[in-house]
């Protein structure tokens, strides 16, 4: 017997094998918990990138990355595009554009939970302006990023950052 679904509910299948419907996603959620056992991070266009770095990064970010494409700015669906590209087989996009119901129009559900894709996507961030400023010709510059970087902790940051931005709460605000 068919399962009775709403009209226009699509299901999406994650990297797990499982599948779960758009009706089950809402643009609050973080993470969703898969009848596989497993939590599975959830990004959307909508979702702004100082959902992973404070709003002083992505406006660096923002000013020094070129775009070419239809978003305009270096913005979240940049940053999944990165994560897709480092784990084709771990992360599950969706475009649901055409679906008028739900909100938003780029889906990314991943293999791992939000906070293993919150350390991976820091760590990816760190990586593209590392690459930015090896290209720059101010030494002074590039030596005292590497400086940073040496001291800087991904995993104390995204702690850090996760619990100024309350994640735990559908209403987390940029930091």
């Known amino acids: 017997m068919a399962t009775p679904r709403v009209p226009g509910d699509e299901a999406i299948e994650l990297p797990c094998g499982e599948s779960v ?7 609050g959620m973080r993470e969703y918990a898969c009848s596989c056992g ?3 991070a959830l990004v959307m266009d909508v979702h702004p990138p100082s959902r992973f770095v404070p709003e ?8 020094t990355v070129e775009t070419e494409d239809e978003f305009g700015e270096f913005g ?7 994560v897709l590209e480092e784990f084709p087989d771990g992360v599950v996009a969706e475009d ?10 780029m889906l990314w559900l ?11 996507v820091v760590e990816l961030l760190v990586e593209l302006m590392e690459h930015a400023i090896s290209h720059s010709e101010d030494s002074g510059a590039t030596s005292e990023f590497e400086e940073q970087m040496l001291e ?10 996760r619990t100024a931005r309350e994640f735990e709460s559908e209403f987390d605000r940029p930091a």
């Open 76 to 82: 979240t669906p940049h940053i999944m595009g990165v």
């Open 96 to 105: 649901v554009s055409e679906n008028g119901q739900v909100g938003y129009s």
């Open 56 to 63: 002083a990064i992505v406006a660096v970010l923002r000013e």
């Open 152 to 161: 800087f902790d991904v995993e104390a940051f995204v702690d850090d950052y």
């Open 38 to 40: 497993e939590r599975h």
């Open 110 to 120: 991943t293999d791992f939970d939000s906070r293993r894709l919150h350390v991976v």
């Open 21 to 27: 419907s758009l009706a089950q996603l809402d643009m």
